[in-house]
């Protein structure tokens, strides 16, 4: 079993190291090192080789993948490399894991340092070999005297009574592709044997000395953070109604937040089911049963962000005009488990073990949710239930935070399923109209797209449930994504309606960029049927990105796509037929689609 990774200040303190860094942001001048410089690769005399990242791994593999990447340019075995990812005390703040950006963007420094490190130790092997840089073989750790094998030092050895501090060179030259022999390479995933051996050790599974347990009670507005009832609806707590219950440390209440900390987590949950909370009355507006028009009434600014030729004329003008609208649903991240969260509150700082996707905004948030400095709080994260973007994660780490300030002793605080499924911050609901119509020629004539996408970021519900915060309605522009289709109409108008949210909602898997596609994609489907036309070879004639052409292209051949215009031709003697509706044609009773 592997020692554990060595914290950053330790690093930058002690000697037999080679550490590539970068100052940090806001770092005092002249300061220690410890306190002034992030670490992205570091080598020691010991052999250790470790690399820093500030994004999380979500299970796609990063942690994986940035190892591949630090093994390829240091020349050391890819199980060589220990990846530590998204800690705040020793990680660079990189922001939130968000959109693929990881191996686009945060990787780069990381592969930037590696090659620096690697430069580094050529410098050190030529002059410990007393030959020319270029006369060097590296490969695997050691290197070696071309001609002269025998000749040869590891990385290690370089490293003994030194302490090199680099900062971190932009202009480096990473290893060219033709040269890769671990980027590029299938190779095993280095958490999937834990967690297939049930050994894995997530954000639930933590426990530190003195813990005590912890269970919030919701207020009754699940999934609701806009309102003026929002931090003000508690009425009265009566503690009396768990006082039989044994363990019980404390009831804690602040403004619409109600948490119970014990000595035993069945102690705490049976104390959150059986504790007598009054709630005034509260009222919230539009209903979301229907939901085309609570989207379509909620108040926006409009964005235009494509507007080339006349659509109104080419509308008006057309043979005949296509009006189509398009309703995706608010969606549920269902994790297979609820969330979690430790938090241990001191005198000389807060440390907390969250499954955030991201460590530097919630820390942000505990600051402001505690008055404390965010350079005194410490987010550790580990893995936890899987999401597709923000669920409960970061919420459950303030009520964590919130109960172990109360009591004075680390608290690990478990949501119900109920409470993480009614109170996540959920994919928005999404309203998409669409008016257009073909040329006579078949060509795209008109094509007016408008978008509405009720969302924001979602605050972290402790900040609004203790008044920290305003429950004011925050509009976030981000439901703007793909809303270009890639298609050459001759007369476009795309405008974006932004809007507050209407229910608690925040990022989801492709944010606003699959509805928007959904539409584009269901509205050509139609015109290519008005137009008699193949709906694959509809798409190439219009299509204007050559890569949309490739994986159009690409799609229909692993698909086996059968060319034609219009349906498939059907077997009416086959056991089943298959069909479809006219998106303005509504089933008949009874009647089943497929």
Request: with cysteine; glycine share 8%; proline share 7%.
């Amino acid at each position: 079993m592997r020692n554990p990774v060595p914290a950053r200040r330790e690093l930058l303190k002690r000697s037999g190291v080679l550490a590539v860094v970068a100052q940090k942001p806001n770092a005092v001048q002249g300061a220690a090192p410890e306190d002034a410089l992030d670490v992205y690769v570091s080598l020691t005399d010991d052999g250790g080789i470790y690399a820093f990242n500030g994004h999380v791994d979500l299970g796609t593999g990063i942690s994986t993948a940035l190892a591949q990447i630090v093994a390829e340019e240091l020349d050391v075995p890819f199980g060589a490399v220990e990846m530590v990812l998204g800690d705040t005390d020793n990680t660079p703040n990189q922001g939130p894991t968000v959109a693929s950006e990881t191996i686009q963007i945060t990787a780069v420094p990381l592969r930037l340092a590696a090659a620096q490190a690697r430069q580094e130790i050529a410098r050190l092997a030529a002059a410990a070999l007393n030959c020319a840089i270029e006369d060097l073989a590296i490969e695997d750790g050691i290197a070696r005297v071309r001609g002269a094998p025998e000749k040869s030092v590891d990385y290690a050895s370089l490293l003994r009574n030194q302490r090199i501090h680099l900062l971190l060179d932009p202009h480096v030259t990473p290893k060219p592709v033709s040269k890769h022999r671990v980027v590029g390479q299938s190779v095993d995933r280095t958490d999937i044997p834990a967690k297939a051996a049930g050994t894995f050790i997530y954000v639930h599974d933590v426990r530190v000395p003195g813990m005590l347990h912890g269970r919030v009670v919701r207020p009754p507005y699940s999934g609701l953070d806009v309102g003026e009832f929002i931090g003000r609806c508690l009425e009265s707590v009566d503690r009396q109604s768990i006082a039989d219950i044994p363990g019980i440390v404390a009831v804690v209440v602040e403004g619409d937040f109600v948490g119970i900390v014990a000595e035993r987590e069945e102690y705490a949950a049976e104390a959150a089911a059986r504790l007598d909370v009054r709630w005034k009355p509260w009222t919230f507006g539009p209903s979301l049963g229907d939901l085309e028009n609570a989207i379509r009434s909620n108040p926006s600014t409009s964005r235009k962000l494509v507007d080339e030729g006349n659509v109104d004329a080419a509308l008006a003008t057309a043979q005949k005009r296509f009006d189509r609208t398009y309703l995706w649903p608010y969606q549920l991240h269902g994790s297979i488990g609820p969330s979690c969260g430790v938090a241990d509150v001191r005198a000389d700082g807060i440390t907390v073990w969250a499954g955030t996707q991201n460590p530097y905004p919630l820390r942000a948030d505990l600051a402001k949710l505690t008055g404390v400095p965010e350079s005194t709080i410490e987010v550790i994260r580990l893995e936890a239930a899987g999401c597709y973007g923000r669920n409960c994660a970061d919420d459950v780490v303030a009520d964590a935070v919130l109960l172990s300030r109360a009591v004075g002793k680390p608290v690990r605080v478990q949501l119900t399923r109920e409470q993480e499924h009614l109170w996540e911050p959920k994919g928005s609901g999404q309203l998409v109209d669409v008016s257009g119509a073909l040329g006579k020629d078949g060509s795209l004539a008109a094509y007016d797209f408008q978008s509405r996408y009720p969302t924001n970021f979602s605050p972290t519900l402790a900040l609004l449930l203790t008044g920290r915060i305003s429950p004011v309605p925050e509009v976030r522009p981000i439901g703007d994504r793909t809303a270009r289709p890639s298609y050459n109409y001759e007369n476009i108008r795309v405008t974006v309606h932004d809007m507050p949210p209407i229910a608690r909602a925040s990022w989801f898997r492709g944010v606003s960029a699959l509805p928007n596609v959904f539409a584009h994609e269901s509205f050509i489907d139609e015109l290519a049927v008005e137009a008699g036309s193949d709906p694959v070879q509809f798409r190439l004639r219009h299509i204007n990105d050559p890569r949309a052409a490739e994986l159009t292209k690409a799609t229909a051949e692993r698909a086996g796509w059968e060319h034609r215009a219009g349906p498939k031709p059907q077997d009416p003697n086959a056991d089943v037929v298959r069909g479809r509706l006219p998106s303005d044609v509504g089933l008949k009773p009874g009647a089943i689609g497929v």
